[in-house]
């Protein structure tokens, strides 16, 4: 029997935030720690981006971050980051025999 992973992604580096809503200054690169429990060392934890472009969400960035000895991990997301861009982030493990699959649900972070 699998039982689904818990897989947890915190952004830093932020002013504030409302929700899933993120709000950081114009080129500021915010920070992704992610964890997975129960562990899972060596395993990727993928870290997906979006950049909103004409009223569309677009596929900017797909990241693969390799759990530590603690199945902790962590990314900065870099890009230029000018007034009024809209980044959407969610993280994903692909799950193994014992656990099943788990996504965390999308984050706006907002810069501006």
Same mark, same amino acid.
Request: aromatic share 6%; with cysteine; charged share 20%.
């Given at each position: 029997?699998?039982?689904?992973?818990?897989?947890? @992604?915190?952004?830093?580096? *932020?002013?504030? #935030?409302? !929700?899933?809503?993120?709000?950081?200054?114009?080129?500021?690169?915010?920070?992704?720690?992610? #964890?997975? &429990?129960?562990? *899972?060392? !060596? &395993?990727? %934890?993928?870290?997906?981006?979006? /950049?909103?472009? +004409? !009223?569309?969400?677009?596929?900017?960035?797909?990241?693969?971050?390799?759990?530590?000895?603690?199945?902790? !991990?962590?990314?900065? %997301?870099?890009?230029? +980051?000018? &007034?009024?861009?809209?980044?959407? /982030?969610?993280?994903?493990? @692909?799950? &193994?025999?014992?656990?099943?699959? @788990?996504?965390?649900?999308?984050?706006?972070?907002?810069?501006?």
């Amino acid at each position: 029997m699998q039982v689904r992973a818990a897989l947890t @992604a915190t952004l830093a580096r *932020h002013r504030t #935030h409302t !929700g899933s809503r993120y709000y950081y200054r114009p080129g500021k690169d915010p920070l992704v720690r992610v #964890h997975v &429990d129960p562990a *899972h060392a !060596g &395993d990727c %934890v993928t870290v997906r981006t979006q /950049l909103r472009r +004409h !009223g569309r969400w677009t596929r900017t960035q797909n990241t693969c971050v390799v759990l530590s000895a603690t199945s902790s !991990g962590r990314v900065v %997301v870099t890009r230029a +980051h000018p &007034d009024g861009t809209r980044i959407r /982030l969610r993280t994903l493990w @692909a799950g &193994d025999a014992r656990n099943v699959a @788990a996504r965390t649900p999308w984050s706006t972070l907002i810069f501006g």
